[in-house]
Structure formats: C-alpha cells, structure tokens
C-alpha cells in the first residue's frame, strides 16, 4: 500500500467521511478511578517508516513499564516491517482500506484495555480503537480535527517540537516520562557480514568508506527530493577527493530514480534499490560512514544503528523532522515560504524551489567532513585493538 500522506484520494475521504464518523461516534464514557496496570496494549501507528522508528524508544518504556502485558501493533503494509525488526510486539495486525472491519473485530478480540494511537492526523486508527471498544484510548487532538473527541486521554498536538518528542507525550497519561534523544536498533553482526559480501560482490573497493546515497522520498515526496544530476555531483566529487564506496538505496519504485542518479556520475556504484529488505538496508547504513538523502525515512533508520546524515530540507522543518544526532548535518534550501509543511503532505508549491535552492558544494562539503570523521573513528578503533 502506498504512503498515506500521498493518496490524495485518502485524505478527501478521511478529512470528510473520517471527520464525519468521529463526530457521529458516541464520546468515550469518563473514566472512574485509576486501574491496574493494562493487561492488553494496542499502539497504533499506519505511517510511515520514519515515524514509527521515532516511536521505537518509547515503545521500549511502554513494554519496560508494563512487562506482564500484551502489546498489539495496529499497522499496515507501509511501517509493519519496522515493528518486525524491533520485535517487541506481541502481535501484528494489518489495517488496509478493505480490511476495515477485520481490524476492529481482530482488536475487539484481543480485549485490549488500553491504547496509544500515534497517528498525527488521520481519523481512521481513531475510529477503528472506538468501535473496538478499547475503555481507554491516549491519542492527538490535532488542530482542525476532530479526532480529538474520541479519546479518554486526548493530547495536545505541539507543531513546535520535534515529532520523536511529540510521540513521547503520549505516554505522559500511562505515568511515563518520554524517551530522550533518537532510537537505537541493534543490527545483528550475520547480517552486517551478509551486506558486506553483497558490497564485495558488488565490485565497489574493498576497505572503502560506505557513502550510502538514497535519493528518493516515497512514492508521493517528489517535493522533498534533490535533484539526481546533484546528487551525481556530489557522488562524483567524493570519488575525486578520496576512497569510498557508493551505494544508492531506496524502494523499488525509486529504483529508475537511483538507476539515473548512477547514470549521472562518473565513479561506479552499486543501485541496490529495490533489492534490499528493511533488515538488510538496516544493515547497510550500519556499515556506512555517511547517508546523504532528502527528508525521508532513512534518515531515523540511520540514526537508529548510528551513522550520521547529511539530510537536505526544503519544505520540511528540520525542528520538527531532522537528525537528532550532534554528528549530522542539515543543509536547507533557503526559500520564502520555507519550510511549508505541517502535516506532511499540504505543499505551498507545485515545484521544488526550496529544494533547488541546495548547492552542490555545500552537501559535498558536509559528506566528505562525516567520511573524514569516519575514518578517524576506524583508525581509533583498529589502533586500540589487540594484536
């Protein structure tokens, strides 16, 4: 299923049938006094892949409180990978625009006594946690929506603050303090051994620093995406200056995109687009020095196994959606009605011009200083290992 910050259809629907059904859904029933701890846990999130990384260290507090309890992740084909690669639910269940009713009655059968919906602004995870009869229900009460009236714990949506804090508020209602700083994800070293070989095989040098070049934004962020000539640019002048091997990475819709941006460049590169699940890609940007990329999942999932970015804004807030990690670089392309996004998908442009307005120089600058400090840390790290 595609993003649903992308189908325009999606949203007509759930800005008017969604705002409709929320305000003809009976309020939840006031609360009595303080239960035990919740025996069953749904946390619900639909989109995308970037945002439910974000949520992962809370998740961990929510499972860390509440040992003895079941969690259910409400999800769909966009973001339950990112819950299968952290594993700490107990249960998925997929939501889709035609499995509607299925999800109610496969929560309603869970008997949850409690849920956490970290959707932003959609109304359909909202609806779905009502008519399933979940007694206590922690979600966004979003500015223009109407979302908001069907929780027992509604809070405030801050479009100030960095969306991994936002998520974090939610836990406020079950007594926990949020989780500080980017998540973590530990990647296991098979793995990473696999993604080597698949580099060697590749034919890029062996020993280089990884560059992993990922320039797509999904399948609806055409807006959020440099152009591929500069991203060639940039590919080619790290090859000028020193040793690297270049992977270009996205979903396999994004593979034409990655196969023009290597057309583009003079040094080789391996176009792993559309070749890589989530674990492997994971692995990958373990191995690397540097991801250079628009504003786009990869971003968390580099800073979730510890590899810096250097991520390109344009009509996004890097507030509220950059890198966390102090090793990171934001480039933002300087523009008039810059940055223009609240909820994800209301572009003030038809273009890019915000994007365009990021030179060539200035990400190959930050790129080539996070490889130099990446080769740092290797030499660092070999000079201090035993013989």
């Known amino acids: 299923m595609r993003g649903l910050r992308g189908r325009k259809g999606f949203k007509r629907v759930d800005a008017l049938m969604g705002g409709l059904l929320c ?15 919740p025996r ?5 999130k639909l989109a995308a892949m970037g945002d439910t990384i974000l949520l992962l260290p809370h998740l961990r507090l929510v499972r860390e409180a509440f040992p003895e309890a079941r969690m259910i992740a409400l999800a769909s084909s966009v973001n339950r990978d990112v819950f299968d690669l952290w594993g700490g639910v107990d249960r998925i269940v997929e939501w889709s ?22 959707e932003q602004w959609t109304h359909v995870t909202t609806l779905l946690l009502a008519w399933a009869g979940v007694p206590r229900r922690i979600g966004f009460a979003t500015a223009g929506f109407a979302r908001g009236r069907l929780y027992t714990d509604p809070v405030s949506h801050d479009g100030r603050i960095h969306e991994g804090e936002m998520f974090g508020r939610l836990l406020a209602p079950l007594g926990l303090q949020p989780a500080a700083g980017p998540p973590r994800v530990s990647i296991p070293l098979d793995r990473r051994a696999v993604i080597g070989a698949r580099i060697a095989a590749a034919g890029l040098r062996p020993g280089a620093t990884i560059v992993v070049i990922h320039p797509g934004c999904g399948a609806h962020g055409w807006q959020r995406e440099w152009p591929a000539a500069r991203y060639a640019a940039v590919i080619d002048a790290l090859a000028d200056t020193g040793s690297c091997a270049v992977v270009l990475t996205g979903s396999a819709g994004e593979r034409a995109l990655a196969e023009e941006t290597a057309a583009l460049c003079r040094a080789p590169s391996w176009v792993a687009a559309g070749e890589l699940s989530l674990l492997d890609l994971a692995a990958l940007v373990a191995e690397a020095g540097v991801v250079v990329c628009g504003n786009t999942g990869i971003v ?5 196994v ?34 223009c996004l609240t909820l994800g998908f209301e572009y003030a442009c038809a273009g890019r011009p915000c994007m365009e307005a990021v030179g060539t120089p ?17 030499r660092t790290l070999s000079a201090g290992m035993p013989c």
């Open 23 to 37: 305000r003809l859904t009976p309020r939840p029933r006031p609360r009595g006094p303080r239960e035990g701890p």
């Open 40 to 44: 069953t846990i749904v946390v619900s």
């Open 97 to 118: 625009p035609t499995a509607t009713l299925k999800a109610v009655s496969e929560i309603r059968r869970e008997r949850a006594d409690a849920a956490v919906d970290f």
């Open 300 to 304: 968390h999932l580099a800073e979730a």
């Open 306 to 339: 510890g590899t810096p970015v250097v991520a390109i804004h344009g009509p996004t807030d890097p507030v509220r959606w950059g890198p966390r990690d102090p090793r990171s670089r934001t480039i933002k392309g300087n523009h008039p009605c810059s940055p």
């Open 362 to 378: 200035e990400v190959a600058a930050a790129a080539a200083e996070l490889i130099d400090l990446a080769r740092t840390a290797h």
